[in-house]
């Protein structure tokens, strides 16, 4: 027991510092009636509000599958043998039983005018996740095993860390290619614009370059991923139309998180929870059912992996919830136009109809960014000071 006081102490320390962030001053609030229209606002909640309630349910279900496969695995699966093909499985099972909730979710967004993609479209694309996640999964839980046996099981989840932050690393190069394909920026004020944004702000990303996503989606979005020399901004094609300011707004947003580390921080935060969770999963486990490469054994670790996340995931949210709110302060501080900000905000929620007013707890539960109203609320204040 004694030799985890330290261990303890330097998760603490090291959680204190990943929670560190510049955050923006109180902002006086800002009624959402003051920036949208009472059926701008009502058209928003009739379409969010039944989705955070399926957002449930597509939690609950792979849950409660996880458990039951851990309780009683078929013998289908145990027949596979090979640890890996289990996980594999597993995984893919966990991706099906959502589908129904995915399909509901599609016809909503179709009907909404924010999904665009055809029916054998969004299969395939379903068929894509599956066929990742299983592919994932399934050589994770053999590295996991490999390592285990050769490093012990403290070694071997630091080392589980240590390969989850090279597959952050390589996702721009690997992953996202079979999910959108991209385009360099063209137009060359944007260009300027960026190279101007970066030497400012001090963030230099691998690229900045566009999704190609307007045949699938009318809703607009940006996003960083990669890991040191492959950390790039991605914005989607359909924003390019937004006004100049909006889209500077936008950028100096994302470069934000480029400069403040957000995804090495992601990947840190990982370590830190996932470290102490994955050594007592095994320890469990082990205890329970023996070999951790029996397929009863690869069920039931991949059950309390899944509780694990659900769990955790409110404190998840919060993090990224706080890196967001520091991304818009720093990119407020870059672009010195609050005007713009709001602008952006507006927009953004208008196209992928964002409701200005959610729920508490859908927020404390399943929102990563800060309600729309608060983003706003920050910028207008800025702009008044």
Do not use: C
Request: hydrophobic share 55%; charged share 20%; proline share 7%.
């Amino acid at each position: 027991m004694r030799r985890l006081v330290p261990f303890g102490l330097v998760l603490v320390v090291a959680a204190a510092w990943l929670w560190r962030a510049q955050l923006p001053p109180d902002a006086p609030p800002v009624p959402a009636t003051a920036v949208f229209t009472a059926a701008q606002i009502e058209r928003a909640k009739e379409y969010r509000e039944p989705g955070y309630r399926l957002a449930l349910v597509r939690l609950a279900l792979p849950l409660l599958l996880a458990f039951a496969l851990a309780w009683r695995l078929p013998r289908r699966l145990a027949a596979l043998r090979r640890p890996w093909l289990v996980a594999s499985a597993i995984a893919a099972l966990l991706v099906l039983v959502v589908v129904p909730v995915d399909a509901v979710t599609h016809v909503r967004a179709e009907n909404a005018g924010l999904d665009l993609r055809s029916w054998p479209r969004w299969a395939l694309d379903e068929a894509v996740t599956a066929a990742l996640q299983a592919l994932t999964v399934g050589a994770a839980y053999a590295a996991a095993l490999l390592l285990l046996r050769r490093l012990g099981k403290a070694a071997a989840a630091a080392a589980v860390a240590v390969l989850v932050a090279a597959f952050v690393m390589l996702q721009p190069l690997l992953l996202d290619p079979l999910l959108f394909s991209t385009r360099p920026v063209t137009d060359p004020v944007l260009r300027a614009e960026i190279g101007r944004l970066e030497r400012t702000m001090d963030a230099h990303p691998a690229s900045v370059s566009v999704a190609e996503v307007g045949s699938s989606t009318t809703a607009e979005n940006a996003m960083v991923d990669g890991l040191g020399p492959t950390v790039r901004v991605t914005i989607d094609e359909s924003i390019l139309n937004a006004p100049f300011r909006e889209i500077q707004a936008l950028l100096g947003h994302e470069l934000a998180h480029v400069k403040r580390l957000h995804t090495l921080k992601g990947t840190l935060w990982f370590a830190l929870l996932g470290i102490p969770l994955l050594l007592a999963i095994a320890t469990i486990v082990e205890r329970r059912r023996g070999s951790l490469a029996e397929p009863a054994a690869v069920a039931a670790v991949l059950a309390l992996a899944l509780l694990a996340f659900t769990v955790t995931l409110p404190l998840q949210n919060a993090i990224s919830r706080r890196y967001e709110a520091e991304a818009d302060w720093v990119g407020l501080q870059a672009t010195h136009d609050g005007g713009g900000a709001v602008a952006l905000q507006r927009r953004l929620a208008l196209a992928n109809l964002s409701n200005p007013e959610p729920p508490r707890w859908a927020v404390w539960l399943l929102f990563d960014h800060p309600p729309v109203m608060d983003r706003i609320a920050v910028a207008r204040a800025y702009s008044s000071s």
